[in-house]
């Protein structure tokens, strides 16, 4: 997971959901509210698309799989049934998720944000934008699996079960696997093209933070950053 810096609420987002906001407000059953957001929200895939386009480089704010517009939803981090009236349109508290169905074939929901759902302890779930050093919470191991590092155990353990980002079958150690692949023929390509020294060239691409499964990549070559 890689820390998300939002940015100041766009201008647009304020003035699409400021009746909006009202109207949920003025609900008394959690039903009415949902529905302000299910149904009555028309402008989300352009949220969608700032948040991407604008914080997240297009990589799911989770398990960080490279989404486009129509494999991703607006991800409320603290689930919305917390308090419907401060966090459904509160932006501080969207980002953009994977599906969770991009490495399996019978489109399952295995992963990230739909995963979570409504199940959360906010004392243990490390909040992508909140933790500014979140990558230093996990580890990679040689068969690709994410796993917890030394500096908070819990927290890492949770937040990886929740989001189920090591589940059996959901293809995530696989996908790691392939950004790897696709990253050694990137330089290799590179060195080929440019003939600059391999180190200098791994450092400049892993500068780069829209490259799926970054913090992975990242951990692998650790010992040249």
């Given at each position: 997971?890689?820390?998300?810096?939002?940015?100041?609420?766009?201008?647009?987002?304020?003035?699409?959901?400021?009746?909006?906001?009202?109207?949920?407000?003025?609900?008394?059953?959690?039903?009415?509210?949902?529905?302000?957001?299910?149904?009555?929200?028309?402008?989300?895939?352009?949220?969608?698309?700032?948040?991407?386009?604008?914080?997240?480089?297009?990589?799911?704010?989770?398990?960080?799989?490279?989404?486009?517009?129509?494999?991703?939803?607006?991800?409320?981090?603290?689930?919305?049934?917390?308090?419907?009236?401060?966090?459904?349109?509160?932006?501080?508290?969207?980002?953009?998720?994977?599906?969770?169905?991009?490495?399996?074939?019978?489109?399952?929901?295995?992963?990230?944000?739909?995963?979570?759902?409504?199940?959360?302890?906010?004392?243990?779930?490390?909040?992508?934008?909140?933790?500014?050093?979140?990558?230093e919470?996990?580890?990679?191991?040689?068969?690709?699996?994410?796993?917890?590092?030394?500096?908070?155990?819990?927290?890492?353990?949770?937040?990886?079960?929740?989001?189920?980002?090591?589940?059996?079958?959901?293809?995530?150690?696989?996908a790691?696997?392939?950004?790897?692949?696709?990253?050694?023929?990137?330089?290799?390509?590179?060195?080929?093209?440019?003939?600059?020294?391999?180190?200098?060239?791994?450092?400049?691409?892993?500068?780069?933070?829209?490259?799926?499964f970054?913090?992975?990549?990242?951990?692998?070559?650790?010992?040249?950053?």
């Amino acid at each position: 997971m890689r820390y998300i810096q939002k940015k100041i609420t766009p201008q647009f987002f304020i003035e699409d959901t400021k009746e909006l906001q009202n109207k949920i407000i003025g609900f008394l059953n959690k039903k009415d509210k949902k529905l302000v957001w299910d149904n009555d929200y028309k402008d989300r895939r352009k949220l969608k698309e700032y948040i991407l386009e604008n914080e997240q480089n297009y990589l799911c704010c989770y398990c960080e799989a490279k989404v486009t517009l129509d494999n991703s939803h607006v991800e409320h981090i603290r689930p919305k049934d917390m308090n419907e009236d401060s966090l459904t349109f509160d932006y501080n508290n969207l980002s953009v998720s994977c599906n969770g169905t991009c490495f399996n074939d019978k489109n399952q929901r295995l992963t990230c944000g739909h995963k979570k759902s409504n199940k959360f302890d906010e004392n243990k779930f490390l909040n992508p934008t909140q933790v500014v050093d979140i990558r230093e919470y996990f580890i990679y191991t040689d068969n690709y699996y994410i796993g917890a590092s030394n500096k908070d155990t819990t927290k890492a353990t949770y937040t990886m079960k929740l989001l189920q980002l090591n589940s059996f079958n959901n293809y995530l150690p696989e996908a790691r696997k392939i950004a790897l692949d696709d990253f050694n023929s990137s330089i290799k390509e590179h060195r080929n093209k440019t003939g600059k020294d391999t180190k200098y060239i791994i450092k400049e691409l892993l500068k780069r933070e829209n490259l799926a499964f970054i913090s992975f990549l990242r951990f692998r070559y650790k010992a040249i950053l």
